[in-house]
């Protein structure tokens, strides 16, 4: 390759980003020659070093923890079916994993429509048990699941999925909705004295919960410590979520409250949605700038690791991590972790997450907790599109502007691209199944029916343009 022609990797990641480089290229279908060697300059020198893992030590169990931990939630698919699962990739991308020094797994359930555990157990089964931690969770969100028996048969199945003797870390999933909710899951089915009863046998390491939802619900399920003795807790955590979460929602915490209440405890906090579903990672182009203009080297998305990595109270941060080009960059953002400084915190408390408060966009992390909806409606998909073109600045919101039919059209031709027609707002029945379980707390038939409201003035606008011109042909 001659100097003369390769992009240096100041200037490619600039362009591009580490996190998203090699797929955006690709998916373009880019054939121009400089682009191609820049994209394997690319993956010659952000290839993440071997031994470099940051560790942190569980205070209790002294478990020695990876920073970056896998949440096995959104699994890589064979095809354009996205439940045809790839085992080979996943086994490629766990086995790259813990080469590089990660050792925590993550997976539920509920995830990949009830196969993430097995997918992730036969991949884990490949190596050594003393190589990885694996969480799950006890996930007994339906009626028909909760009692005792039933949520039994979860959690033995759990261990069958896994292929495992024992639960490192064990959670019940999704506290937060109301104490009604929490002690019927959990209490008055007497789950939590045979959980507890299996911590002592040792087939549960650690015990904690994953929490969603209401501060109140928080404080109360915290103070049983005295009773459980919490050995952690997953909360949500990330630099727009440190101080705007309540504000975005009347039904969720500000997680610097959450961080603090734990480590008055001792308790280490494990870390989820440090991306909120990939949003800061897909900033709208102006706030990209600014970061790429900070450090060009860093990916849009490692200022969003490193912020939730900082923190000393915090085990691992999880990850969703679909593509190998994911898990490369994240795998970068810690071996090792560059702490922020105090100066990079306050700019991203300061500036990034007050600006990105101000998109007033629907807060959807894409996790699917509200689906399958029984009518069929793709409501992560649909939210999806319409913060995308929020954030892009191609909502067409004033007729008035010169671009707007330009817009219009764009956003029309876009949502039928990415969600059907029979699975678009309008047919949604305002049901209201879906909302008890969005973790974001949204108003989900509410934010459809707002959209489709959207999507239908823009059709009569087209429309009206339609009968306008020909008005003006039979003139």
Known sequence: MSKSKIISRRTFLKLFGAGSAVTALTVAGCKNKQAEEAVEEYRQQVEPPIGKMTYRTNPITKDKVSLLGYGMMRLPSKTDNPDEYDQDMINKEVDYAIEHGLNYFDTSPAYCKG??????????????????????KLSNFSPESQSHEASLAMYR??????????????????????????????????MMDFLLKEREAGRIRNLGFSFHGRKDVFDKVLAMNDQYHWDFVQIELNYLDWDFAAEISDRNVDASYLYAELQKLGIPAVVMEPLLGGRLANLPQ??????????????????????????????????????????????????????????????????????????????????????????????????????????????????????????????????????????????????????????????????????????????????????????????
């Open 115 to 136: 196969l993430s555990e097995r997918h992730t157990g036969i991949a884990l089964h490949r190596h050594k048990r003393s190589e990885y931690f694996v969480a799950t």
């Open 286 to 475: 102006y706030l990209v700038k600014e970061l790429k203009q900070r450090d060009p080297e860093r990916s849009v998305a490692s200022w969003a690791f490193r912020y939730a990595g900082t923190p000393e109270g915090v085990l691992t941060v999880l990850s969703g991590m679909t593509y190998m080009e994911h898990l490369k960059d994240n795998l970068l953002s810690y071996s090792p972790l560059k702490p922020l400084t105090d100066e990079e915190q306050k700019y991203l408390d300061d500036e990034i997450a007050r600006k990105i408060f101000g998109l007033e966009n629907i807060p959807c992390n894409d996790c699917k907790y509200c689906m399958p909806c029984p009518y069929g409606i793709d409501i992560p998909n649909i939210f999806i599109h319409y913060n995308k073109c929020k954030n892009e600045g191609t909502l067409p919101t004033d007729s008035g502007d010169p671009a707007y039919r330009r817009l219009r059209r764009q956003y029309l031709i876009g949502l039928d691209r990415a969600v059907s027609p029979m699975r678009q707002a309008s047919h949604c029945i305002q049901c209201g199944q879906c909302e008890p379980h969005c973790p974001q707390s949204i108003r989900i038939p509410r934010e459809l029916k707002r959209i489709d409201e959207f999507v239908e003035r823009l059709k009569q606008g087209e429309d009206l343009q339609q009968a306008l011109k020909e008005k003006r042909n039979k003139e």
């Open 157 to 190: 199945n759990s261990m069958k999925e896994l292929q495992v003797d024992y639960i490192d870390y064990c959670l019940l999933h999704a506290i937060g909705g109301s104490m009604e909710e929490f002690n019927r899951r959990y209490i008055d089915n007497g």
